[in-house]
């Protein structure tokens, strides 16, 4: 059975205020409803998803059923935080979606070898962005069969 999409919380990790702030008019643009959190570093970001600290009361901060993972971030990298997901067995589940400005050869393939979802270089538009938000939904929340 397909999960709604309006019940998916999505969970954004950057570090750049500007790309959060797009990120989310972006998803507002392309008239999605779920609910989006944000974690600015990758020790953040696995705290969130281990729901420890701030992160440990799963009403307020539910775990995501997709990850949009920025590489380049403070105190823990997202190749770092990407490794320590995939090799977390309730973590690698869920699905990791690189969003990031590198376009490194090196990165790419180093993503998905650490077993990533998707790689996607950052568009330099707004409405490149909206396009990649829209497809990224119509992807992962209309058409992938997720579990639970």
Do not use: C
Not at 30 to 52: C, I, M, T, W
Not at 57 to 74: A, E, I
């Amino acid at each position: 059975m397909m999960e709604d999409s309006r019940a998916l919380t999505i969970l954004i990790a950057d570090d750049d205020e500007d790309d959060r702030l797009m990120a989310e008019e972006a998803l507002k643009e392309a008239r999605l409803v779920n609910e989006l959190q944000f974690v600015e570093d990758g020790e953040e970001l696995l705290d969130y998803l281990k729901a420890r600290g701030k992160y440990a009361d799963r009403k307020d901060k539910p775990l995501p059923g997709l990850v949009l993972l920025d590489l380049n971030m403070p105190k823990k990298d997202g190749r770092e935080a990407l490794f320590e997901i995939k090799a977390d067995p309730v973590l690698r589940q869920i699905p990791v979606i690189i969003l990031t400005t590198s376009r490194s050869e090196e990165d790419i393939v180093s993503a998905y070898n650490l077993g990533i979802d998707s790689y996607i270089t950052k568009p330099v538009t707004f409405a490149g962005l909206v396009e990649v938000i829209r497809t990224l939904s119509m992807y992962w929340l209309n058409i992938v069969n997720m579990a639970e």
